[in-house]
């Protein structure tokens, strides 16, 4: 059990391990109470989508169809993320509001510009274009995944029980 | 009206919130491309089982603006596909539903990259 040799190794690794971690989080270097980050995550959060509540309401007030304001209300808070993350407003807020600015599809849209902005200097194709997707690419892989995946298991759980689709 | 604003910002603040106590809570370092990775899975599951459509009655836009509704309109999408296509429809179903947000995401994010200088 207490392999001198083993136990060397597993030390070396968890010490390897800590620093990777602590270069990871150098940004975040101070803690904050929980209870602060989940109240500015909440009240960040709630904002961003009271605010497509808002647009929400004025688009239903123009007499378009309810999907349709949905859609339009939605790609007004990607303009903004995006246009925001350009100009560098957005990943201030996010250093406040934490899960209260990624979460919400504004976020989405940050994590699209934000990595291509830095990568800008490689080129449009090879770099911009390309780290486009450093972050929204695990989004769309999981999600696609993640929907074909439970689709198939309604499909099977449907031809097992009988069910129609 | 004014109690859809109020529903929108307690549920939409409030997944948010969620998320945020998963990214504290978390022993390991939570980047941001993994927290968007949960929450887009935690919608598709409560979708898959029929939940999150309350949720968007109920909330609106506090529903639809965090991403797990992307994740959701993506599990519709596959399920209203299946009913057009059968089995096919969990190839189609999922980005078509989902296509209006990622084009545009990818559109306005390129232009915003290449156009756009950050301030500071």
Redesign the interface.
Known sequence: MNDPLKESMRASLEAARKKE?AS??EETKEPVP?AK??????????????L??????LLTMAGLADKTC??L???I???LG??L?????Y?RL?KIA???S????????N???AP??EW?TEG?VAG??AK?F???G???V???T???L??????IWLALTGGA? | ?WL??FW??????????L???????TP??VS??H???A???FG??LG?FGLYHHLIRL????A????????NS??E???AA??RD??L???T???SA?A???D???I???F?????????
């Open positions: 971690y990871l989080i929980l980050n989940v109240l500015l995550a909440f009240v960040v959060g709630g904002a961003i989508c009271l497509g509540q808002v647009f929400y309401v949905v859609t209300s939605l790609l808070l990607i303009f995006s246009v993350t350009g100009l560098g407003y990943d996010g934490g899960a209260g990624i979460v919400p599809i504004s976020g989405f849209a994590s699209v510009v291509a902005l800008r449009i911009l274009a486009l450093t972050l929204a695990p989004v769309i999981f999600g696609v993640g929907s074909a439970l689709g198939l298991i309604k499909y689709l | 009206m859809d604003f929108a910002f307690v549920i939409g603040g409030g997944l948010c919130a998320a945020q106590v998963a990214m504290d809570k390991f370092f941001s491309a927290i968007l990775v929450v887009v899975l598709e599951v898959f909330a609106g836009m506090g639809a603006v965090p991403l797990c509704g992307f994740g993506l599990i999408g596959v399920f299946m009913g059968g089995l429809g969990v190839l179903g999922g980005l989902g209006a947000g990622l545009a995401v990818i306005i994010g390129f915003s990259a290449i156009f756009l200088k950050p301030k500071g």
